[in-house]
């Protein structure tokens, strides 16, 4: 009893000890399950002056709008009462004086740190007016509790009332009949659309007679280093040259333009329109290019090397194509850094979804490195027998003894067996002649001899592999075997030495006084003939007389 009573008393204390652990366990501790809440991120600054570039072009727009309240968000200013009137000014001088490129300007929150200023502040260009000279400046500053933005600096506002006096830039639109300045197409006064169009139309006139001149000076040049006829491919570098011209003429026109963001659209039009330009051209020179060079390879009985000609230009054109692709994003102000990232998430997804493309990829520049097959050979390709016409990035095409045109896949080309008739070496020339069983053995010799005379002294026959020989009696004729190999350039040539070889085989053959063998049969009748008829007659008799003596047998055993 006193046992039970204490293993109660311990249980009781064992339970009441998890009971007070559970219990304890349930409070919350600061250090346990009170963490501190994740920030969330700063929002972004409804007017886009997190970066630089983004106060620039913020300002720009809303002046450009004539939206002058909200350009003064951008200014760094105490007093907000003239702001309106010092943003109008601040857009004269931009659009008078400001040369930079609005795309260098930083697109990080931070800014330039490489620009030899302070940490908090950013230069984006210089105007010069002969005799003031105004950096135009921006500072990061904090308002409140808000993260830091980047404002026109204080200094350079400063400035702006005596450097506007000084450019004095409503001359300029005095010259402009009031009627242009009055009326506006987009919020745009109409003589800048004619300034436009105009600065098209002296653009292209100027292109047109730059190309023409050029090409007038590159003919006799070119024709005296390559010694041909050249108008064709000159004319096909015709139109990426306009291109360029007009990039050189587009670029020209920006200095004119009346607005700091119409000269940066002038002058990402131009990039762009340069690049378009070059990258034609490359691609032009690289077709002119690549067909003088099948013409040598051609000429050099170098054929094989086509193949690898004809993937190496297709591979510059698609890299010339990327790259200027790549090349007007980055001129026309966007960031390229963001798309190439992208592009390598997008590339997985891609290669999965273009495994067969791939696949095909690879099997044709397989195929072209190792050439088991070049264009112009005949082959054989699985069941199908035809001339290689063209070897691709995706597939090969034959020309088959329909002529039809096949087109085989190169990642299925690359699994298969390629026969190539084209690289033998040596043509295998093996016949079996029959002559006639009539034929004697004198007669035998002679043909054996003579076979062999005739082999021994042609001169495309591989004397150590030669052989001629009497090798069976056949079902209707004597066998010989010719077993020669034949070098040749080619097929038909080799054709053309097997029914030489042939006709003299024939001559020898029939100049032995035998001849040659054909599938025949011979057949043989007989009739047994009888010498003694009277034994016949004796052998009936002895048969009648077995018969007569059986049948009193049979008949008594059937009365019992």
């Not at 009332?161 to 001359?171: C, L, M, T």
């Not at 639109?173 to 139309?201: A, D, H, M, S, T």
């Not at 004198?442 to 591989?462: C, D, F």
């Not at 010498?531 to 007389?545: N, P």
Request: charged share 20%; hydrophobic share 45%.
């Amino acid at each position: 009893m006193a046992l039970n009573r204490r293993i109660r008393i311990a249980v009781l204390l064992l339970l009441s000890a998890t009971a007070q652990r559970f219990a304890c366990g349930q409070i919350p501790t600061p250090s346990a399950s009170s963490k501190p809440a994740a920030e969330k991120p700063p929002e972004p600054d409804p007017f886009g002056r997190d970066t630089p570039h983004g106060c620039v072009m913020g300002f720009l727009r809303a002046a450009t709008r004539e939206n002058y309240v909200r350009a003064a968000e951008y200014l760094n200013l105490k007093a907000k009462t003239d702001a309106p009137e010092l943003a109008h000014k601040l857009r004269i001088i931009l659009d008078v004086g400001l040369a930079a490129n609005l795309d260098l300007v930083s697109r990080e929150p931070e800014g330039d740190l490489l620009d030899g200023l302070s940490e908090n502040r950013e230069r984006i260009g210089t105007i010069d007016t002969g005799t003031v000279k105004l950096d135009v400046l921006l500072d990061r500053v904090r308002q409140g509790s808000r993260p830091p933005i980047w404002l026109f600096s204080a200094e350079t506002l400063h400035s702006v009332p005596s450097v506007f006096d000084e450019i004095n830039a409503y001359g300029v639109e005095r010259l402009v009949p009031e009627g242009l300045r009055e009326i506006r197409i987009l919020k745009v006064p109409l003589y800048r659309w004619l300034e436009v169009v105009l600065g098209v139309v002296l653009a292209l006139v100027l292109a047109r007679l730059a190309t023409h001149l050029l090409v007038l000076l590159l003919r006799p040049v070119i024709r005296r280093m390559t010694r041909e006829e050249v108008d064709q491919r000159l004319s096909r570098m015709t139109a990426p040259l306009r291109v360029i011209f007009l990039a050189a003429g587009v670029r020209m026109l920006a200095a004119f333009s009346a607005t700091v963001l119409g000269r940066q659209a002038w002058t990402n039009l131009a990039a762009v329109l340069a690049v378009i330009g070059f990258a034609w051209l490359l691609i032009r020179l690289s077709d002119i290019v690549a067909e003088l060079a099948r013409r040598r390879l051609t000429r050099s009985q170098r054929a094989g090397k086509l193949a690898v000609l004809n993937l190496f230009h297709r591979l510059s054109k698609i890299v010339v194509a990327i790259l200027a692709v790549l090349l007007m994003i980055y001129v026309s102000g966007k960031d390229v850094t963001t798309l190439l990232a992208g592009l390598g998430l997008g590339g997985i997804a891609i290669a999965f979804a273009a495994q067969k493309t791939l696949e095909n990829l690879f099997g044709g520049v397989s195929i072209i490195s190792d050439e088991p097959m070049r264009v112009g050979d005949f082959c054989r390709i699985g069941d199908k027998t035809g001339t290689i016409e063209d070897i691709g990035l995706r597939s090969t095409r034959v020309r088959t003894m329909d002529r039809t045109v096949v087109s085989i896949p190169n990642g299925q080309l690359a699994q298969i067996n390629i026969e190539n008739f084209a690289l033998r070496d040596k043509f295998f020339c093996n016949h079996q002649i029959g002559l006639r069983y009539e034929t004697t053995p004198e007669q035998m010799r002679s043909v054996l001899a003579g076979v062999r005379e005739l082999m021994q002294a042609y001169p495309n026959v591989e004397k150590e592999s030669l052989r001629v020989r009497l090798t069976a009696f056949g079902a209707s004729a004597f066998n010989l075997e010719l077993f020669a190999y034949l070098s040749a350039a080619d097929y038909p040539a080799f054709l053309a030495m097997q029914e030489e070889i042939l006709l003299a085989v024939l001559d020898i053959v029939v100049a032995s006084g035998s001849g040659l063998a054909f599938p025949s049969q011979t057949t043989y009748l007989a009739r047994d003939k009888t010498s003694h008829h009277g034994s016949i007659e004796q052998a009936a008799a002895r048969i009648r007389l077995r018969q007569e003596q059986s049948r009193p047998a049979v008949s008594g055993s059937g009365t019992k």
